[in-house]
């Protein structure tokens, strides 16, 4: 199931990723901090690292990814207008998925 798609900012990837208001009744209700256990695959599906866990806290009343994602954007190389799609899908040892989609990629 999907639980958004975003096209990042310079800012999503230097202070963490903001997620989409529309996430907030998708992801289980729960306050302060969750771990997120992810698989993270490009456009093709290829996996890109092993599964990683983000965090995921409140922050200024909104979800964010922080720990976790910091090294995952920049072990990707990612890029301000690359396009990230998160879902929840059960996969082994990880709930989520996360794919990403690059800049200039179809």
């Known amino acids: 199931m999907e639980i958004f798609t975003k096209q990042l900012t310079s800012m999503d990837i230097q202070r963490g ?15 302060g ?26 922050r200024s009343g909104d979800l964010a990814f922080t720990t976790g994602w910091y090294a ?13 799609t998160f879902y929840q899908e059960v996969n082994g040892d990880a709930r989520y998925k996360l794919k990403l989609r690059n800049v200039g990629s179809s």
């Open 17 to 31: 990723l903001v997620l989409p208001r529309c996430s907030l009744e998708r992801l289980q209700s729960f306050h």
């Open 72 to 84: 995952l954007a920049r072990d990707a190389g990612l890029r301000s207008g690359d396009t990230v």
């Open 33 to 58: 901090t969750i771990e997120l256990s992810t698989i993270f695959e490009s456009a093709a599906g290829n996996r890109l690292v092993g599964p990683v866990t983000i965090h995921c806290s409140t």
